[in-house]
């Protein structure tokens, strides 16, 4: 792709409203725009890592045999009132009447919808168990959104919904879950760590949340330098008895193994073997994407902008063409890398070197190519490992070499 010809209109100077490194960077590489306090439209760049993001979480769920569905985001208030969600959740839901007086929210969250659904069509044990899941945008009326992507009043979430006949089976699909989620974050190149949680409002007896250490985080962890374990109090480690240290931490993930709560409140029962009529016991399982990507590129940035992970950075090689007459080598090196599914962005404009290099860095593509004078007489180009700064110097045979080996092409 060429530069030239793209939606990438980076600024010079750091945007006023961003109050963190991933906001700041997002917004300045012309990932995001914000359309108001908390609401962002993710532009191409943007949406490139986006679904990079939720390709790896279809991959996981698909691999769990889940099946993907789209829910409706306008949710009937009858709906929350069956399980009296709807005080709970209170004022963080965007409520509103349609023309006929009739309530809706928009959706926070989707356990009674799809418990709503599934009591539909599910009457046997024969068709359990069953896991459903969607990414989808999620909408909640935050006091405080801050932090760009952190916290913000529309988000996209991945959510996930297990359907069992009795709990043996729920711990089964809960542990399979919880064994995914950390592929997951693994690919997304996140470093992360599983803690037992609290249920809160989901209701349901167990319940584990996946979080990255930063310095924006709203929960708070205590860290062991001993023994490098977390824990939720203070003190020192029950397990080799240093002092623990107190982490900020951002939640990525949650999940619940939350029973018959959702079955019992909407009537969603089954037949088992011996014909007897029991509620269907759920696990829900989410992921905040949105989050999960401000969270990749907080933990991943320098002072020059977002060092991406190969897994979801929104193109493999950023390749810049510093002499105008090198662009139909360019063009050539570019085909052939394409050819082995790198996608490669041109940087084609007719910008000084300086300003190539500092979009190419606040881009963050992993691998930076530099085509300059000395390519004609050479025939060797410059490589620039994003993250580590190291620089190569390699012909054309030596450069595939290295990215297919980068790359496991
Ligand atoms: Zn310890």
């Not at 459903?132 to 529309?154: N, V, W």
């Amino acid at each position: 792709m060429l530069f030239s010809k793209s939606f990438i209109f980076t600024q010079r100077e750091d945007p006023k409203v961003a109050e963190c490194n991933s906001a700041r960077l997002l917004l300045k590489g012309c990932f995001l725009s914000m359309i108001s306090s908390g609401v962002y439209s993710y532009l191409p760049l943007g949406k490139r890592v986006l679904e990079k993001v939720n390709n790896i979480i279809r991959k996981h769920m698909n691999s769990l045999g889940a099946e993907e569905l789209q829910l409706s985001y306008l949710q009937p208030i009858e709906m929350w009132e069956k399980t009296g969600r709807d005080k709970d959740l209170g004022d963080i839901m965007f409520r509103f009447k349609d023309r006929r007086a009739r309530e809706f929210v928009l959706g926070p969250t989707a356990e009674e919808e799809i418990t709503e659904v599934v009591r539909k069509y599910i009457s046997s044990y024969k068709q359990l168990p069953l896991t459903l899941y969607q990414i989808q945008t999620k909408f909640r009326d935050e006091p405080r959104a801050r932090f760009g992507l952190m916290r913000s009043c529309e988000f996209v979430m991945k959510d996930a919904y297990s359907f069992d006949i009795d709990e043996q089976g729920l711990g089964e699909n809960y542990k399979k879950m919880l064994a995914v989620y950390q592929d997951i974050f693994k690919e997304c190149g996140l470093e992360f760590v599983t803690v037992e949680a609290d249920s809160g409002f989901m209701g349901g007896d167990a319940s584990h949340e996946f979080m990255v250490s930063a310095g924006i985080g709203e929960d708070i962890l205590f860290y062991c330098c001993g023994c490098g374990s977390y824990f939720k109090k203070e003190g020192n480690c029950p397990q080799c008895g240093k002092n623990l240290e107190e982490k900020r931490m951002i939640e990525i993930g949650h999940i619940f193994k939350l029973g018959t709560k959702y079955s019992q409140a909407f009537d969603a029962f089954f037949l088992d073997r011996e014909g007897v009529r029991k509620p269907i016991t759920m696990g829900c399982y989410g992921i905040g994407v949105s989050r999960l990507l401000a969270a990749i590129a907080e933990t991943n940035c320098d002072d020059k902008g977002i060092i991406w992970p190969k897994s979801v950075s929104p193109f493999d090689i950023s390749l810049l063409v510093l002499e105008e007459k090198l662009l139909p080598q360019a063009f050539s090196l570019s085909e052939i890398l394409e050819k082995l599914k790198l996608h490669v962005l041109i940087d084609d404009r007719k910008e000084a070197a300086g300003v190539k290099f500092n979009d190419a860095f606040l881009l963050g593509n992993p691998f930076i190519l530099i085509m300059g004078k000395n390519y004609l007489n050479s025939k060797k180009i410059d490589l620039e490992i994003r993250k580590t700064r190291k620089k190569l110097n390699l012909n054309e045979e030596e450069l595939i070499k290295f990215l297919k080996n980068e790359y496991g092409r």
